[in-house]
């Protein structure tokens, strides 16, 4: 499989170069600057992105590699700090301005190069930068500028080396997506064959060569990931297949029977479904604080889960729904080279497998759902959204009780079919509704009431790590809140979230 380096200098884009290297049909996978040398020359690669950066070059500690790279004959691009670190390695002279060239700017290509094969002469693109080449090595051509910047680009054509300062994988640099298709069809010579239904034929394959006339255990969350993780294990080795899928009671409405119906009637399988809503009732009875009850769930889910487990482990292979964000060692700083895997799950001692399968570890999330939607699973849960492990459990604030997940669960499922009625489904990152556990005074027919408020909490974000409240039209909030009084017993008020994060999270807990 033809396949490209993206080579993580610790830049902020890494992840975005990668998927965008995918958009072209061409397998990217990232790699921090740590590699050895060695290990990159074996691999075959078609051609290297060195990516941004927040250092710089003169600074010995920042992220450097050996300038052997460029003589290995693969192709290499160099992106803003890539691009300086070029110039570095192979004798050119980089230089810092007195001040930075930062945002939108207009770039001018001159010369003759592939790379801007059909870009306008002058286009806009995306800078963000202090450090500058002043004096290219020998060997390189200039082949863009900007106002401030002399080199903007350069080029060696004999040794295909290519380095721009800008970032042409942000949507900002308007013909940015041209200039990387031209690096990976021109430069490179990719074919783009990097297409979902050969990962399917491929995978699936690969996992009956694996798993032979063994058996698999997976853990079913009903979240995208292990879903799909699921429908691919079930193409490949049908019955040897065992999904344990916990249900702690702490689910939308009505998502187990769903996760259930999807699983039992639609993939050949063994589906174990373990309801214990009950027995997480108990463990959480009387705990308030958001932490213990955080803790207790995640305790008990562990324990719940591993039992069950072992109950059904036969020494076989335990699949997970690991995917490729999860995975990726990041060049940022020594000191953490390799980010935790938060979502891989551990594994007790006494438990042992032959092996850990992790089918969707190369994929990007919008592409394990491209690989979901081909596999037949429905588009609710392909297109789900992020759910927080200790489910509604941080969406009820103070202590859990049955009556209080009933609430909150009725009052979440009107929020979701006014969301998907007005189609914004899709358009937020995440949408829900929280159970602060105050009441509040109202007036029912000719009663008073005292009961409970509702709050709805719907956010935009790229990553979760700040997120903005969404400005969903008032007659559509209108909507929801008469539905939600009117249908779904003691709520009296719905309030609307309209905090940032920061200063607020996204879950209430
Ligand atoms: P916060 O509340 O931290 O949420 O702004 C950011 C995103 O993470 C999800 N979230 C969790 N996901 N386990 C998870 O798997 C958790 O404990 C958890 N807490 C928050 C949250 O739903 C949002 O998408």
Known sequence: MEKILVLDFGGQYNQLIARRVRDNHVFAEILPYTTPLEQIKNANYKGIIFTGGPNSVFDPASPHYTKEILDIGVPILGICYGCQLTAWMAGGEVKTAPSSEYGKITFKHMGESVLFQDVPELSDVWMSHTDYIATPPTGYEIIGKTLDCPVAAMQNKEKKIYAVQFHPEVTHSAFGAQMLANFLYHICGCKGEWVMDSFIETKVAELRE????????????????????????????????????????????????????????????????????????????????????????????????????????????????????????????????????????????????????????????????????????????????????????????????????????????????????????????????????????????????????????????????????????????????????????????????????????????
Request: glycine share 8%.
């Open 210 to 509: 694996t798993i032979g006339d063994k058996q698999v255990i997976l853990g079913l969350s009903g979240g995208v990931d292990s879903s799909v993780a699921a429908g691919l294990l079930s193409r490949a080795v049908g019955k040897q297949l065992t999904c344990v899928f916990v249900d702690t009671g702490l689910m939308r409405k009505n998502e187990g029977d769903e996760v259930e119906k999807t699983f039992t009637t639609l993939f050949d399988m063994n589906f174990v479904r373990v309801n214990c809503g009950e027995h997480f009732m108990q463990a959480l009875k009387g705990v308030s604080d958001p932490e213990a009850k955080r803790h207790i769930i995640g305790t008990e889910f562990f324990k719940v889960f591993w039992d069950e487990i072992r109950a059904h482990a036969t020494k076989g292979y335990f699949a997970q729904g690991t995917i490729y964000p999860d995975c990726i060692e990041s060049g940022k700083g020594d000191a953490d080279v390799i980010k935790t895997h938060h979502n891989r799950v551990k594994t007790p001692e006494d438990v042992e497998f032959l092996g850990i399968l992790e089918p969707l570890c190369d994929l990007f999330k919008d592409e394990v759902r491209a690989v979901g939607e081909k596999l037949g699973i429905p588009k609710e849960l392909v297109w789900r959204q992020p759910f927080p492990g200790p489910g509604l459990g941080v969406r009820i604030i103070g202590e859990i009780t049955a009556e209080k997940v009933k609430i909150l669960q009725d009052a979440d499922y009107v929020l979701r079919d006014e969301m998907a009625k007005n189609g914004y489904e899709k358009e937020l990152a995440q949408f829900f509704c929280v159970l602060p556990g105050v009441s509040t005074v109202g007036v029912m027919g000719d009663h008073r009431t005292y009961d409970h408020l509702i709050a709805i909490r719907a956010v935009t974000t790229d990553d979760f790590m700040t997120a903005d409240w969404a400005k969903i039209p008032y007659d559509i909030l209108a909507q929801v809140s008469n539905r939600i009084t009117n249908e779904c017993a003691h709520i009296n008020r719905v309030v609307y979230d309209i905090t940032t994060k920061p200063p607020a999270t996204v879950e209430w807990e």
